[in-house]
Structure formats: C-alpha cells, structure tokens
C-alpha cells in the first residue's frame, strides 16, 4: 500500500527558515519527489532524491531517509512568493508518483 | 510552461452527462499520466499510458476511461458524471529525458459538475 503524511498547513515569516516534514510508506518505493503548487495551477518540480542524504538546490533542499521512512523540504530566506503549498510524493516501480494532501504554506511579512 | 497542454482549460455541465478532456504530452515524451484533485484532497492518480498502452492503473472509477493515441495525445472520458467528479483534473508527462524522470504537468482542466 501507499501512505504520504505531511502536515495540512504551515505559517512562517518573510525571510526565515522553515523545515516541511514527509513521512511515508510506499511498496516499491524508489525515490521521493518534491512538487510545489500555487493556487489553482499546475505542480512544479521542486526536488528528487534516491539515496540519503540532503539535495541543495539554491534556497531549497531536500533530504531523505530510506530506512525512517522520512523526508523534508528546507526553504531558506523565504519570501513571500513561496506561499504555496508543497506536495510530497513518493516513486513507486519505474513512474508511478504517489502523492499526499500536501502542505499549504503562507509566509508572512 | 511545462509543454503540456490540457483542453479546454474549463467545463461546466450536468449531472448523468459525459465529457472528454484531451491532453497533449511534451514533445518526445511516451508516457501521459491523469490524475484528480478535488477541493480537500491531493492529488490522486487514476492511469498511466506508455506510448499508447495502459502502464498503471490507480483510483480510477469505472465511470472514467483514457486512452493514449498514436499521436501521443491522451484523452481522460468521464460518463454518468455525479456531483463529486468536480474537480480539477490534470495529466502530466515524462520520457526520461528530465534529470530525474519527473512529471510534467498541464494547466489542468477545472470540472465543474452541477
């Protein structure tokens, strides 16, 4: 079966650091993508990580535990365009993505 | 601009009927896949086809039906529409060409069921 867990909502400040949590269980699992999405439009790539370990991508990183089950999304020197919500979701065979409810995040002044 | 393109971009009908909402994958890509977003879901996986065969199938109803042409373009048929199928109802695309073979999305196309 598949189950992706992450918080509903999250609030931070313009500027700061915030840490967005995944937990999941995936028969098949090979990778655990990271996908953000405004209101109303389509996902957007964000991340992918395979093995453990913390993925940096300018103000975004990722990092992932096989063996916790566990994954998190770092956003750092937020602003406010990254008001959106953020969707984990885990690889299963070859493409399949399984995603959770995601993680609606409002960054304020 | 993800290069996938959803039509129409809005659809508004009701009760009992059905409609068709067409997807074309970013040029080069096999594999097509549909998925549903309601108001307080996430996004849910209904079928995957790879370059015109059904790869994987999710929660899809069998009220709903896609298919995959020789053109690569997909189509997602939903009949005997209830009120529950609103939604908005997006197909993404990848061929392993992407770093990580992810999924690119469409626009999507907002249901609306009334």
């Known amino acids: 079966g598949q189950n992706i867990d992450q918080p509903t909502e999250m609030t931070a400040t313009e500027g700061a650091i915030v840490q967005i949590n995944c937990t999941y269980q995936?028969?098949?699992?090979?990778?655990l993508f990271w996908y953000q999405q405004h209101a109303g439009e389509a996902p957007t790539f964000l991340s992918y990580?395979?093995?453990?370990g913390l993925e940096e991508k300018g103000r975004f990183s990722s990092f992932l535990s096989r063996s916790k089950g566990y994954s998190y999304l770092l956003l750092k020197e937020l602003q406010m365009k990254d008001s959106a919500s953020y969707l984990c979701?885990?690889?299963?065979?070859?493409?399949?993505?399984?995603f959770g409810t995601g993680t609606r995040l409002t960054v304020i002044p | 601009d993800s290069g996938v393109t959803q039509t129409p971009k809005h659809l508004i009908t009701a009760t009992g009927q059905r409609v068709t909402l067409r997807c074309s994958p970013r040029?080069?890509?096999?594999?097509v896949y549909w998925y549903q977003q309601s108001l307080d879901q996430g996004l849910q996986f209904l079928i995957q086809?790879?370059?015109?065969?059904?790869?994987a199938k999710g929660n899809i109803l069998e009220r709903f039906s896609a298919q995959q042409f020789p053109d690569l373009h997909s189509e997602l048929n939903l009949s005997s529409l209830e009120l529950g199928d609103s939604a908005l109802y997006f197909c993404?695309?990848?061929?392993?060409?992407?770093?990580?073979?992810?999924?690119?999305f469409g626009p999507g196309t907002r249901l609306t069921v009334l």
């Open positions: 995936t028969s098949g699992f090979n990778g």
């Open positions: 990580n395979v093995l453990d």
């Open positions: 086809y790879y370059n015109g065969e059904e790869r």
């Open positions: 040029s080069g890509d096999l594999s």
């Open positions: 993404a695309s990848s061929g392993g060409r992407g770093a990580y073979n992810e999924q690119f």
């Open positions: 979701a885990g690889q299963q065979g070859a493409n399949n993505l399984f």
